[in-house]
């Protein structure tokens, strides 16, 4: 009974583990998948200011993610939704980034929202693409009034620009709710809320991967496969350098190969498409997916 309880206070360790039982199964619809996203950001409003969080190391936390998120085992979780001819190989490019310190104003809605996107794409800032994924990362001073921090923390849609069908996402900074929209209010990154925009950031391009037009995979109730899992960070948390909770990282090198740095993120569960030996279809929340071996981590 002792060893018992010991063994289950050890696979609680960390916050909002989440549970490791089967979520209810998502249904593929028949519409596009993107095989291989390019991500764009665009900075909108101040990404300059003295709060200790919309500011250029903060911009750096997201780029680093970015940078790493494409052929790791994490954004594997999306390759076991490939299905007929629509592969999703479990890279992701980062294509490019602007800054917009504010066309709109400091209070977004959606038509607005797309109006940035729009501009950023006409003028030439960001290439049109219809594999590429635009997010919209705003600071902690601009409102979306269709209801960031009441309603949501972040979106994702598409709509048509000059022609093509342009994949977006809306991800403002947490700092605005810090305690709806991030996990802890200390992150492993020393910056609680653009750690916590990573983490919705991952959110968002899962879905908009697997999802991209509304016809691809989501479940009865119209989750997509990250909605089943949001705000739920598994089993294998850790403490970073600075104590916060994390549970995954990498290693950057320079140009050269020399060692910079390491970073943990923690980033919410995605959930993973396997099959039993009889070839029914289950799904999981987890932190990461083996393509080689269809194990995963929860
Ligand atoms: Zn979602």
New binding site residues.
């Given amino acids: 009974m002792f060893l018992l309880s010991l063994l289950a206070s050890q696979a609680q360790l960390g916050i909002r583990t989440g549970f490791v039982t089967p979520v209810s199964r998502v249904y593929y619809h028949r519409g596009p998948l993107i095989s291989e996203p390019t991500v764009y950001v665009i900075w909108y409003g101040n990404w300059q200011q003295t709060n200790r969080t919309d500011n250029a190391a903060g911009q750096q936390i997201v780029r680093d993610f970015l940078n790493a998120i494409g052929g790791s085992p994490y954004f594997a979780i999306n390759t076991s939704y490939s299905i007929n001819s629509n592969v999703i190989t479990g890279n992701v490019s980062f294509g490019g980034e602007t800054t917009d310190t504010g066309s709109q104003g400091k209070k977004l809605n959606d038509l607005t929202l797309v109006r940035v996107i729009t501009n950023a794409i006409v003028s030439g800032a960001l290439p049109r693409d219809a594999n590429g994924v635009y997010f919209v990362l705003s600071s902690s001073d601009v409102y979306e009034l269709s209801g960031f921090c009441s309603r949501y923390c972040?979106?994702?849609r598409n709509t048509k620009i000059l022609g093509s069908d342009i994949k977006y996402a809306f991800v403002g900074n947490p700092a605005r709710c810090i305690r709806a929209c991030a996990p802890q209010l200390s992150g492993p990154n020393g910056n609680a809320a653009v750690d916590g925009m990573v983490s919705i950031i991952a959110?968002?391009l899962s879905?908009a991967t697997t999802d991209p037009d509304a016809t691809g995979w989501y479940d009865l109730a119209h989750?997509?496969n990250?909605?089943k899992c949001?705000w739920t960070y598994g089993h294998h948390q850790y403490r970073a350098a600075n104590g916060a909770w994390a549970n995954m990282g990498w290693d950057y090198f320079d140009g050269g190969g020399s060692f910079l740095y390491h970073r943990d993120f923690m980033i919410q569960r995605n959930t993973v498409r396997v099959f039993t030996k009889s070839g029914l279809q289950v799904n999981y929340c987890a932190t990461s997916y083996d393509t080689a071996t269809g194990k995963f981590d929860q």
């Fill in positions: 972040g979106f994702h959110h968002e879905e989750y997509e990250a909605d949001a």
